[in-house]
């Protein structure tokens, strides 16, 4: 039955919309007036976005998808009473806010037709279970409990770089997280790139599971394979670029395809994204994802009005969606993340200056029409979240839900400071010589040997970083000149870390190690006057329970059974006994260890152990599930990490016994411990 024309405005929230063309939301209309005196609101806010076109999977509904839809969205109502005045016609709140109560909140289980109100708690995979989610992973039927994040923001304002960092955190976390990043797909449609090189999308780590899907169905702009997100731009293209930024044989992507005039590129970005979004809405639905993020610009109050709408449309009310705002107002920050943007593939092999220019163009027809987050959105109970300057400060608003409190707690710890993470195993141990694990054994004089190269070598590079940030520093300019290479990492002004003429200084270094005699020793020869060193119980190794102290070919012999089934699922398998450990156990118990490692600004050595290293480098690297408790990581191995802004740069570094020194491993690979190679992300 089609909706009446005049639906009455006290409607209760949770009544199911007669028609799938019943009036959007009113979440993301308008006020009265708009939130920036400076920025007019958009006549064709009041337009719907057209309903959404059904794909393989809306068109064949299983039993459990059907009833995931049947969930009522919240109704819709429309006055002509005086209210928020849009484009001549006038919005009613919901019953909700007239209630004082936040547009998102769960209906009353009273209602009638109400769906049955479950409790959206901590999920954690390893450390809850459930009937319906023994793994602890959040239920196929707990919508509630499962989040989309929608960025938004103006381009070269880091966007990508937090979505990624965010991504991997989540997925490290074992909650199913992918990126879907808009300005892949447009180039694709718009003819810029055939499809997306595999080879520069890493997120075959940093998204687990891994899948590709084809965005068809009538109306598809694209028919090639797309994997979603891309994170690295490609070093080379095989595409000739006009003079004009346009690609031959391609739809022209210079500014001028931003205009907001410019009907045609408008409903081709427009159509890409409500598909882009789409995949989404697939991947949390049905194929048991736990967060999505929509990776693009969203600067219009028209853009997340139709994303709300299609969300809504499809998922219903219960699902949580976060709107995520970067902005930038520090002008050194902008500068860097524009020449990083140069190095991307809308300006690949362009001259720089001319590339320089048609950015800054692009982003005046952005401003055209942006609308920040901000009292409008406070108004209607939305959820957000705004970054400025990437994390020197952050606003939150009506945060609910673990995985969105996850969220908020990651990105309060969120900086661009350019540093050093470094990774090592202990040296050798009396245990190791005698092939036990566990245990709480010192040093073998190899092991003291290690320590003292270690010592030594780590000296070295921290004086080596500082040389190259000065450098840096003294050649830095504005715009970059042809051949210019990427700066490791933009970074907002912070004078308390600069000398009087401007130059950073020597960064504090600090050495963590476990509580366990092993590691403390391998860090008994760094100075303390030089070096902040710390121990911490969250570094141990990982507990074997009752087989402490024990060879792995006894633990065969004693407990055959137990031995299987730890190698059937190393990941999962938990060692019986007072203490025994899981690989998941180390995971959390190393969260709060992650989060200050990406808190502070300094360069930090964690000398571990075999599964703490594992783990350690898993994060950082984005491994896929799988390999992360297969991962060879030897004695006398040094790893290094560098945060920079499309990524982690990776080295490794071999202990050389003659030389009492360590040899760079170029072109280094990880490898499982059958010796396969292990994808990574950066």
Same mark, same amino acid.
């Given at each position: 039955?089609?909706?009446?024309? %005049?639906? +009455?405005?006290? =409607?209760?929230?949770?009544?199911? $919309?007669?028609?799938?063309? !019943? #009036? &959007?939301? /009113?979440?993301?209309?308008?006020? %009265?007036? +708009?939130?920036? =005196?400076?920025?007019?609101?958009? $006549?064709?806010?009041?337009? !719907? #976005? &057209?309903? /959404?076109?059904?794909?393989?999977?809306?068109?064949?509904?299983?039993?459990?998808?059907?009833?995931?839809?049947?969930?009522?969205?919240?109704?819709?109502?429309?006055?002509?009473?005086?209210?928020?005045?849009?484009?001549?016609?006038?919005?009613?709140?919901?019953?909700?806010?007239?209630?004082?109560?936040?547009?998102?909140?769960?209906?009353?289980?009273?209602?009638?037709?109400?769906?049955?109100?479950?409790?959206?708690?901590?999920?954690?995979?390893?450390?809850?279970?459930?009937?319906?989610?023994?793994?602890?992973?959040?239920?196929?039927?707990?919508?509630?409990?499962?989040?989309?994040?929608?960025?938004?923001?103006?381009?070269?304002?880091?966007?990508?770089?937090?979505?990624?960092?965010?991504?991997?955190?989540?997925?490290?976390?074992?909650?199913?997280?992918?990126?879907?990043?808009?300005?892949?797909?447009?180039?694709?449609?718009?003819?810029?790139?055939?499809?997306?090189?595999?080879?520069?999308?890493?997120?075959?780590?940093?998204?687990?599971?891994?899948?590709?899907?084809?965005?068809?169905?009538?109306?598809?702009?694209?028919?090639?394979?797309?994997?979603?997100?891309?994170?690295?731009?490609?070093?080379?293209?095989?595409?000739?670029?006009?003079?004009?930024?346009?690609?031959?044989?391609?739809?022209?992507?210079?500014?001028?395809?931003?205009?907001?005039?410019?009907?045609?590129?408008?409903?081709?970005?427009?159509?890409?994204?409500?598909?882009?979004?789409?995949?989404?809405?697939?991947?949390?639905?049905?194929?048991?994802?736990?967060?999505?993020?929509?990776?693009?610009?969203?600067?219009?109050?028209?853009?997340?009005?139709?994303?709300?709408?299609?969300?809504?449309?499809?998922?219903?009310?219960?699902?949580?969606?976060?709107?995520?705002?970067?902005?930038?107002?520090?002008?050194?920050?902008?500068?860097?993340?524009?020449?990083?943007?140069?190095?991307?593939?809308?300006?690949?092999?362009?001259?720089?200056?001319?590339?320089?220019?048609?950015?800054?163009?692009?982003?005046?027809?952005?401003?055209?029409?942006?609308?920040?987050?901000?009292?409008?959105?406070?108004?209607?109970?939305?959820?957000?979240?705004?970054?400025?300057?990437?994390?020197?400060?952050?606003?939150?608003?009506?945060?609910?839900?673990?995985?969105?409190?996850?969220?908020?707690?990651?990105?309060?710890?969120?900086?661009?400071?350019?540093?050093?993470?470094?990774?090592?195993?202990?040296?050798?141990?009396?245990?190791?010589?005698?092939?036990?694990?566990?245990?709480?054994?010192?040093?073998?004089?190899?092991?003291?040997?290690?320590?003292?190269?270690?010592?030594?070598?780590?000296?070295?590079?921290?004086?080596?970083?500082?040389?190259?940030?000065?450098?840096?520093?003294?050649?830095?300019?504005?715009?970059?000149?042809?051949?210019?290479?990427?700066?490791?990492?933009?970074?907002?002004?912070?004078?308390?870390?600069?000398?009087?003429?401007?130059?950073?200084?020597?960064?504090?270094?600090?050495?963590?190690?476990?509580?366990?005699?092993?590691?403390?020793?391998?860090?008994?020869?760094?100075?303390?006057?030089?070096?902040?060193?710390?121990?911490?119980?969250?570094?141990?190794?990982?507990?074997?329970?009752?087989?402490?102290?024990?060879?792995?070919?006894?633990?065969?012999?004693?407990?055959?059974?137990?031995?299987?089934?730890?190698?059937?699922?190393?990941?999962?398998?938990?060692?019986?006994?007072?203490?025994?450990?899981?690989?998941?156990?180390?995971?959390?118990?190393?969260?709060?260890?992650?989060?200050?490692?990406?808190?502070?600004?300094?360069?930090?050595?964690?000398?571990?152990?075999?599964?703490?290293?594992?783990?350690?480098?898993?994060?950082?690297?984005?491994?896929?599930?799988?390999?992360?408790?297969?991962?060879?990581?030897?004695?006398?191995?040094?790893?290094?990490?560098?945060?920079?802004?499309?990524?982690?740069?990776?080295?490794?570094?071999?202990?050389?016994?003659?030389?009492?020194?360590?040899?760079?491993?170029?072109?280094?690979?990880?490898?499982?411990?059958?010796?396969?190679?292990?994808?990574?992300?950066?």
């Amino acid at each position: 039955m089609a909706p009446s024309a %005049t639906p +009455s405005a006290t =409607a209760r929230p949770n009544t199911p $919309p007669t028609s799938k063309l !019943s #009036p &959007p939301a /009113p979440e993301c209309c308008p006020p %009265t007036q +708009s939130t920036e =005196a400076s920025k007019p609101v958009e $006549p064709s806010i009041v337009e !719907s #976005p &057209p309903p /959404p076109v059904a794909g393989p999977k809306q068109a064949q509904q299983s039993p459990l998808a059907k009833s995931l839809m049947a969930a009522p969205a919240m109704a819709r109502s429309r006055s002509h009473s005086k209210g928020g005045d849009v484009g001549g016609e006038h919005l009613a709140p919901p019953e909700q806010l007239i209630n004082g109560h936040s547009l998102t909140d769960t209906p009353a289980a009273t209602a009638p037709n109400s769906p049955r109100i479950r409790a959206t708690t901590i999920d954690v995979p390893g450390l809850t279970k459930s009937k319906v989610s023994p793994d602890g992973r959040i239920a196929s039927r707990d919508l509630g409990s499962k989040l989309v994040i929608v960025m938004v923001g103006l381009p070269a304002r880091g966007k990508s770089y937090v979505t990624k960092k965010l991504a991997r955190y989540l997925n490290w976390l074992q909650h199913d997280t992918k990126i879907f990043n808009v300005g892949n797909r447009r180039r694709v449609a718009a003819g810029a790139l055939d499809s997306i090189p595999v080879e520069n999308n890493h997120q075959q780590g940093v998204n687990t599971p891994q899948k590709a899907k084809r965005l068809s169905g009538t109306g598809g702009l694209l028919d090639s394979p797309v994997i979603a997100e891309g994170l690295t731009p490609p070093r080379n293209s095989s595409h000739k670029r006009t003079q004009s930024g346009g690609i031959e044989g391609g739809i022209d992507q210079s500014a001028a395809f931003f205009d907001p005039s410019n009907e045609a590129a408008a409903e081709l970005r427009e159509k890409v994204a409500l598909e882009t979004l789409d995949e989404l809405l697939d991947y949390v639905l049905y194929e048991g994802g736990s967060v999505g993020i929509l990776d693009a610009t969203n600067s219009t109050l028209r853009r997340r009005k139709a994303v709300l709408d299609r969300i809504r449309q499809v998922a219903g009310n219960q699902i949580g969606v976060v709107f995520l705002e970067s902005e930038c107002h520090d002008q050194k920050l902008l500068e860097t993340n524009m020449k990083l943007k140069l190095q991307g593939p809308d300006y690949k092999d362009c001259d720089p200056v001319q590339a320089l220019a048609d950015f800054k163009k692009r982003v005046t027809m952005y401003e055209k029409s942006y609308v920040s987050l901000g009292e409008y959105e406070e108004k209607l109970g939305m959820q957000f979240i705004k970054m400025i300057d990437v994390g020197r400060k952050v606003v939150t608003h009506q945060i609910r839900g673990f995985l969105a409190a996850q969220t908020v707690y990651f990105l309060l710890n969120f900086h661009l400071s350019p540093r050093q993470i470094w990774i090592t195993r202990h040296g050798e141990s009396l245990d190791n010589v005698a092939g036990k694990i566990g245990g709480d054994a010192s040093l073998s004089e190899n092991g003291v040997r290690y320590a003292k190269a270690l010592t030594n070598f780590i000296a070295y590079q921290k004086k080596r970083f500082h040389e190259r940030q000065i450098q840096k520093h003294d050649t830095s300019h504005m715009p970059p000149h042809p051949g210019d290479t990427t700066p490791p990492n933009p970074e907002y002004s912070d004078c308390c870390r600069q000398d009087g003429d401007g130059r950073p200084l020597e960064k504090n270094f600090c050495v963590w190690t476990s509580m366990l005699k092993r590691s403390i020793d391998t860090a008994a020869y760094f100075d303390e006057e030089e070096y902040d060193v710390k121990q911490m119980r969250m570094l141990n190794e990982l507990n074997a329970g009752v087989a402490e102290g024990m060879t792995y070919d006894e633990i065969r012999a004693k407990w055959p059974e137990e031995f299987q089934q730890r190698r059937a699922d190393k990941l999962r398998y938990r060692y019986p006994g007072a203490g025994g450990e899981s690989y998941l156990d180390v995971i959390n118990r190393l969260r709060a260890v992650i989060v200050e490692v990406e808190r502070m600004q300094d360069h930090v050595l964690l000398v571990a152990h075999r599964v703490v290293a594992r783990v350690l480098l898993a994060y950082f690297l984005g491994l896929q599930r799988e390999d992360v408790a297969s991962l060879d990581v030897p004695l006398g191995t040094l790893y290094m990490l560098e945060p920079k802004p499309y990524g982690v740069e990776f080295r490794a570094y071999q202990y050389n016994p003659q030389t009492e020194w360590f040899d760079d491993l170029e072109n280094f690979q990880l490898k499982s411990d059958e010796q396969k190679d292990v994808k990574i992300s950066r």
